[in-house]
């Protein structure tokens, strides 16, 4: 098969070696390429020192002195750029220097390289493991290559996540063997590891991976008291994990709704209670989860945007409208607001969805339906859509203090169950009513 590579990524391999140095593609673009995928990134490795690099290209950014790499930029492309890892000692032998390179690479699907005539170097078995759907180290030397970087071990869960594949039988000893060096790793990168395991198209097998490996327990500990954790409830089929894992691959892969689904029901162990029937319950286990939920992300560090969200979500999982009607519904657009609604009715479904199959969610969809009513319409639902406020209050002598806002969270309530209440006049006449119990 002919492989054909970018534009901008040709010139930098032309540039390269119309210096003398050799130069190929390696990494995840050339397994993208072998597996018909379409690259995002593209990694060069060459015979040039850092140096030698800057000096070929108008415009480079240095990445780190210590694996050698500049990143180029050609146009609007970058393109990392990286002297050759191939022994010292093997002298002028390019396919022995690239052969060494590659054997240093993570898994062998990524330890492929291409030169610019589209020929494929695959000394380590990386195209027989995509037909075999495997995540493998070169010469099984998964140890010494989680040793160099222990986020790899998340990265092949991650790979075997995204792309479907299993974990060679030496990967899993190599993996709990090296987890405490996971420590030496930075929050940061742990979390980006998790993040793109929770918006793959099939998460939970990677969130099931992370627990037989040992993972989960190492970077994820307040996850696992789920792990197992039985309901002993009719109304799910399964323990606290199981279900969690089956909401989240009821929702959308978008970052923040996923991880409300992995998180909703993280307090339900330390909420539990049995009653007198052998039936466990959760009483503001919502409550438990929103906290634990927001303690858990601040730890990895989440922006503060992602924690308000995900938090909230958590915490209204249990506020079902089993009889909504506009006054609910608006009720709960103003408690949790428009940017998060939606994703909490989807949340919510997903829920039902993943506990017993008896469960009736079209409650549900009538509250949507409500929602999309009072959106289009621009119906009132909050203070600010009121027609008086604060100054007109005031104006009529109100003090200005809390009774204030009190007043006018009456007149909202009024509103909230009959619209044709929101007329200046019939509010005012409400607002003088009120001034005596104020």
Same mark, same amino acid.
């Given at each position: =098969?002919?492989?054909?590579?970018?534009?901008?990524?040709?010139?930098?391999?032309?540039?390269?070696?119309?210096?003398? /140095?050799? @130069?190929?593609?390696?990494?995840?673009?050339?397994?993208?390429?072998?597996?018909?995928?379409?690259?995002?990134?593209?990694?060069?490795?060459?015979?040039?020192?850092?140096?030698? &690099?800057?000096? #070929?290209?108008?415009?480079?950014?240095?990445?780190?002195?210590?694996?050698?790499?500049?990143?180029?930029?050609?146009?609007?492309?970058?393109?990392?750029?990286?002297?050759?890892?191939?022994?010292?000692?093997?002298?002028?032998?390019?396919?022995?220097?690239?052969?060494?390179?590659?054997?240093?690479?993570?898994?062998?699907?990524?330890?492929?390289?291409?030169?610019?005539?589209?020929?494929?170097?695959?000394?380590?078995?990386?195209?027989?493991?995509?037909?075999?759907?495997?995540?493998?180290?070169?010469?099984?030397?998964?140890?010494?290559?989680?040793?160099?970087?222990? #986020?790899?071990?998340?990265?092949?869960?991650?790979?075997?996540?995204?792309?479907?594949?299993?974990?060679?039988?030496?990967? &899993?000893? @190599?993996?709990?063997?090296?987890?405490?060096?996971?420590?030496?790793?930075?929050?940061?990168?742990?979390?980006?590891?998790?993040?793109?395991?929770?918006?793959?198209?099939?998460?939970?097998?990677?969130?099931?991976?992370?627990?037989?490996?040992?993972? =989960?327990?190492?970077?994820?500990?307040?996850? =696992?008291? =789920?792990?197992?954790?039985?309901?002993?409830?009719?109304?799910?089929?399964?323990?606290? /994990?199981?279900?969690?894992?089956?909401?989240?691959?009821?929702?959308?892969?978008?970052?923040?709704?996923?991880? @409300?689904?992995?998180?909703?029901?993280?307090?339900?162990?330390?909420?539990?209670?049995?009653?007198?029937?052998?039936?466990?319950?959760?009483?503001?286990?919502?409550?438990?989860?929103?906290?634990?939920?927001?303690?858990?992300?601040?730890?990895?560090?989440?922006?503060?945007?992602?924690?308000?969200?995900?938090?909230?979500?958590?915490?209204?999982?249990?506020?079902?409208?089993?009889?909504?009607?506009?006054?609910?519904?608006?009720?709960?657009?103003?408690?949790?607001?428009?940017?998060?609604?939606?994703?909490?009715?989807?949340?919510?479904?997903?829920?039902?969805?993943?506990?017993?199959? /008896?469960?009736?969610?079209? /409650?549900?969809?009538?509250?949507?339906?409500?929602?999309?009513?009072?959106?289009?319409?621009?119906?009132?639902?909050? &203070?600010?859509?009121?027609?008086?406020?604060?100054?007109?209050?005031?104006?009529?002598?109100?003090?200005?203090?809390?009774?204030?806002?009190? @007043?006018?969270?009456? #007149?909202?309530?009024?509103?909230?169950?009959? #619209?044709?209440?929101?007329?200046?006049?019939?509010?005012?006449?409400?607002?003088?009513?009120?001034?005596?119990?104020?």
């Amino acid at each position: =098969m002919q492989y054909i590579l970018p534009q901008h990524v040709e010139y930098v391999l032309d540039r390269l070696r119309s210096q003398g /140095f050799k @130069a190929v593609v390696v990494g995840g673009a050339v397994r993208d390429l072998v597996m018909q995928l379409k690259p995002r990134d593209f990694d060069v490795v060459c015979t040039a020192q850092p140096s030698q &690099i800057k000096a #070929l290209f108008e415009r480079s950014i240095p990445l780190g002195e210590k694996y050698g790499t500049v990143r180029v930029m050609v146009q609007e492309h970058g393109v990392e750029v990286s002297s050759c890892r191939g022994c010292p000692g093997l002298g002028l032998d390019w396919e022995a220097i690239l052969k060494a390179d590659l054997l240093c690479r993570d898994f062998t699907i990524n330890a492929m390289a291409l030169d610019g005539s589209g020929r494929l170097y695959d000394p380590w078995g990386g195209q027989e493991d995509i037909v075999r759907r495997l995540i493998r180290a070169p010469e099984n030397q998964a140890e010494e290559r989680f040793s160099e970087d222990p #986020l790899r071990i998340l990265r092949a869960i991650r790979l075997a996540t995204v792309l479907g594949y299993d974990l060679d039988r030496s990967l &899993i000893p @190599a993996i709990r063997k090296c987890l405490p060096l996971l420590e030496q790793v930075a929050v940061e990168r742990i979390r980006g590891e998790l993040e793109a395991i929770l918006v793959s198209e099939h998460p939970a097998r990677g969130l099931r991976l992370m627990v037989a490996s040992g993972v =989960m327990q190492e970077c994820f500990p307040e996850l =696992m008291v =789920m792990v197992g954790f039985e309901q002993h409830n009719p109304a799910h089929i399964n323990d606290v /994990f199981n279900h969690s894992l089956a909401v989240v691959e009821g929702v959308p892969p978008q970052l923040e709704i996923r991880l @409300a689904a992995l998180l909703h029901d993280i307090g339900k162990p330390a909420t539990f209670t049995m009653d007198s029937n052998g039936v466990g319950h959760f009483y503001h286990h919502q409550e438990e989860s929103q906290r634990q939920t927001i303690q858990l992300l601040n730890r990895l560090k989440f922006s503060r945007v992602v924690i308000d969200k995900v938090s909230t979500l958590v915490g209204n999982h249990m506020y079902w409208l089993k009889r909504p009607d506009r006054e609910t519904v608006s009720r709960l657009l103003l408690q949790v607001g428009e940017e998060n609604l939606p994703d909490l009715f989807t949340l919510q479904k997903a829920d039902i969805q993943g506990s017993a199959s /008896f469960h009736d969610s079209s /409650f549900i969809d009538q509250a949507k339906a409500i929602y999309q009513h009072i959106k289009e319409n621009n119906i009132p639902i909050s &203070i600010k859509d009121l027609q008086v406020d604060g100054n007109d209050l005031l104006a009529m002598g109100y003090p200005p203090d809390a009774r204030l806002g009190q @007043a006018l969270q009456h #007149l909202l309530d009024m509103v909230l169950k009959d #619209l044709d209440e929101n007329k200046r006049e019939r509010l005012l006449e409400a607002a003088r009513r009120l001034m005596p119990d104020l």
